[in-house]
């Protein structure tokens, strides 16, 4: 696996890593949402926007509920992500088993930096 640069945006209670990934014959945006869990960051979630198997995780560094994303239902892995950072995270933290982080998520302050989160993705997708 190869991963094209990184970005970290630390936003209301969580860290949103955005970064290219390249993962066998597959390739895509990758964006993990890490928290602090007992002192040390944990990763909670994983968003693989991939060209040919776009996926998430929950969990991904521990029990790692892998879910595959439809084509048909979900065209655009990245918008789909995006929606869910914006409007879904405190419960996707939750079904990972991190109820302590996301008790302390702001979710309005994920929200405002969902276009920082965007941009990132862009950037790292036009330098891959």
């Known amino acids: 696996m190869a991963e094209t640069g990184a970005r970290d945006i630390e936003v209301g209670g969580v860290r949103i890593n955005v970064e290219y990934r390249h993962l066998g014959g597959d390739r895509g945006p990758a964006v993990r ?23 998430y995780h929950y969990a991904p560094d521990g029990r790692d509920d892998h879910r595959k994303l439809n084509h048909d239902e979900v065209p655009d892995p990245v918008a789909w992500t995006l929606a869910q950072l914006s409007g879904n995270l405190v419960s996707m933290i939750r079904t990972a088993g991190y109820d302590q982080v996301a008790d302390r998520v702001d979710g309005d302050a994920v929200t405002a930096a969902i276009p920082r989160v965007e941009a990132a993705i862009q950037e790292l997708s036009r330098a891959a």
């Open 33 to 55: 949402v890490y928290g602090d869990v007992d002192g040390r960051p944990v990763q909670l979630l994983r968003f693989d926007c991939f060209e040919n198997d776009p996926h």
